[in-house]
């Protein structure tokens, strides 16, 4: 014979014995835990740092930068330096000299990070006046993709730039035929029939993370394109080592580099010209001892401000002792790379002699 449950009283007991046991032991746990937390973390410690951090971003710059003023004193901050690297690659493309003559100019944009250098390009341009300005940025990582998107929209809506004008797109810059039909479309719009229009590709410090390798986007800019090209990169120094030219591939290996990342001068002029590129209108400059030095002295300083919050500089300090070896051992250089299209009468020069061949 079943008896009914409160016909049991010692079941009752057990069962509230049993819960004010298990919440005591909570609460214990709970207590000891806070103790030991609030002994260990001292609550006023430098942790509120999170709660005075101005969000969203000012700026969220990412290239090697080039760390000389104008008046060749060292840049202190990353935000200056960076946009210093931008604005020496465009100088050596007298993109803001000749803008001043053309009422329009194009550029495809590989590797945006974040949006600053769009945004950069779209405030220097509309200082300028042109009448005619179109944009395409890329990026492959979909977060930054998403800060860029939203942030170069609202720059375009602050400057009053044509709906459309300036995009961004997350896509694989290294790869062409990957790219999607939205993507190609707007890339399509950068090439339009103008007498006077300047069709630029650029690629600030992100070259040497393309797979497989240069070629397909040199090929892209040069034939399909029809654009000009410039750029800043690293390459091999001419007068490496063999040890130095291994030390060279594993760092770019672990870096995430393809294997053939790294070329001389030499090789990675034969590629522009391969693409289609006229080999008297390529232009190299060396601007290693603006970049390497300063970044590495800017991390070491960054770490140090940065320690008493707890907060660790972390893969940077690694990425320093790298940079800090190019410079020593001068293995690697920071080039900026100039590639002109041919002119029209360069090319109808060309077909001419083609056909009287």
Not at 23 to 48: E, G
Not at 278 to 299: A, K, M, N, P, Q
Not at 312 to 334: H, I, L, N, T, Y
């Amino acid at each position: 014979m079943t008896l009914p449950i409160d016909a049991v009283p010692d079941f009752w007991k057990g069962v509230l014995l049993g819960a004010t046991g298990c919440t005591f032991i909570i609460l214990i746990v709970t207590l000891a835990f806070t103790v030991t937390f609030l002994r260990r973390k001292d609550v006023y410690d430098n942790d509120h740092w999170k709660l005075n951090l101005k969000v969203p971003f000012t700026t969220m710059w990412m290239n090697m930068g080039y760390w000389t003023n104008a008046d060749s004193l060292r840049i202190a901050d990353f935000e200056t330096a960076c946009r210093n690297l931008l604005l020496e690659v465009l100088k050596e493309a007298q993109i803001r000299k000749d803008v001043v003559r053309s009422s329009a100019i194009s550029i495809l944009d590989l590797g945006v990070g974040c949006g600053d250098q769009s945004l950069e390009l779209a405030r220097l341009i509309n200082e300028r006046g042109v009448t005619s300005y179109r944009y395409v940025g890329l990026t492959l990582n979909e977060s930054q993709y998403r800060l860029a998107s939203t942030r170069v929209r609202l720059q375009a809506q602050k400057l009053k730039l044509e709906d459309g004008s300036v995009e961004v797109f997350c896509a694989d810059a290294a790869n062409p035929d990957t790219w999607g039909a939205h993507v190609k479309s707007a890339i399509r719009s950068l090439k339009k029939d103008s007498a006077d229009q300047q069709r630029w590709v650029l690629a600030l410090d992100s070259l040497y993370h393309f797979y497989s390798s240069r070629k397909p986007i040199f090929n892209y800019a040069a034939q399909t394109l029809d654009a000009s090209f410039m750029a800043f990169d690293l390459i091999l120094s001419d007068g490496a080592s063999l040890r130095q030219r291994f030390l060279v591939k594993l760092i770019g290996l672990a870096m995430g580099c393809p294997a053939a990342a790294f070329v001389t001068m030499a090789d990675y002029k034969k590629q522009l010209v391969d693409a289609g590129y006229d080999e008297d209108r390529i232009h190299f400059r060396d601007i290693t001892e603006h970049v390497f030095s300063g970044l590495v002295s800017y991390i070491k300083s960054q770490s140090e401000a940065l320690r008493p919050f707890g907060i660790s500089a972390g893969k940077f300090k690694v990425a320093a002792m790298v940079f800090d070896w190019f410079s020593e051992s001068k293995a690697m250089r920071g080039i900026i790379v100039i590639a002109r299209k041919r002119s029209k009468t360069q090319g109808e020069a060309s077909e001419a002699n083609e056909g009287a061949g």
